[in-house]
């Protein structure tokens, strides 16, 4: 009897466009975070949510690895004081009032307060608008692992619109030493538009340090956004951690 009433009300939602299925069993590409909890084994991962705006991911990874330690970076004060703000009652997350990239400086960006497209190859004018010229530090993940006493990253996320491979060459020395398990990035469709870092990049940077691609996803911003601002998140995955796992290859 309840078999039937569920196959009623599946066809019901059907027949309206709408189609019920199990989390588990979602096709990859829906969800990065939830997809990552098959790549990350260790029981209390460290991850690192780099360019963490108000703190979307940070929330959305607590959600899925509730024993994690997050360490969230963002440079922009008033965005930073709104993320502490959203985390605050989250257990075991930090939050880290600069930028992460390819050297430790200190720099001057234009900002608009919440903004999701502030970045450190920010265009936006220092009299446009609600922008204002901000001061930023800028340190290695390297440096901060070093000092945190962090050896091993289990998930790097990094969306700092267009400044991700400076990201990436700022762990160098933890990835080369195979001690960085997946990176995310938000990627780019039009190599012309340094808002986002061209998706071509990233596989660039991925082939040359041993990580596969593992998933695509927010495909739909590739079709319903204007052509120069048409983007995607791309995860990758080390290569032999990949294999452990029994992926192919």
């Known amino acids: 009897m309840l078999r039937a009433l569920k196959n009623r009300a599946r066809r019901a939602l059907e027949s309206r466009g709408w189609a019920i299925q199990r989390v588990g069993n979602l096709p990859r590409g829906q969800d990065w975070a939830r997809e990552a909890t098959r790549l ?59 930028a992460l990239g390819a050297t430790n400086e200190s720099v001057s960006i234009s900002a608009i307060p919440l903004a999701e497209t502030n970045s450190l190859r920010n265009t936006v004018g220092p009299t446009d608008g609600d922008a204002n010229r901000v001061d930023v530090q800028v340190r290695t993940v390297g440096s901060v692992c070093e000092e945190l006493h962090i050896g091993r990253i289990s998930i790097l996320k990094s969306d700092t619109e267009g400044f991700d491979l400076d990201v990436l060459r ?48 927010e495909q739909e911003c590739l079709v319903t956004q204007r052509s120069s601002h048409r983007f995607c998140n791309m995860m990758f995955v080390r290569a032999e951690h990949y294999r452990a796992q029994g992926g192919e290859g």
Do not use: K
């Open 40 to 98: 990350v084994t260790l029981d209390a991962p460290v991850i690192l949510d780099v360019g963490a705006n108000v703190g979307q991911s940070t929330i959305a990874l607590h959600r899925w690895f509730p024993r994690a330690t997050i360490h969230a970076f963002e440079p922009v004060p008033s965005t930073c004081d709104e993320l502490r703000r959203r985390v605050a009652s989250i257990p075991n997350v930090s939050v880290h009032p600069y």
């Open 170 to 217: 700022g762990a160098g020395s933890l990835i080369a030493n195979g001690n960085v398990d997946v990176v995310v990035c938000e990627a780019g469709a039009d190599p012309s538009c340094n808002q986002h870092t061209p998706m071509l990049a990233l596989l660039q940077w991925a082939w040359a340090t041993g990580f596969w691609l593992y998933g695509v996803y």
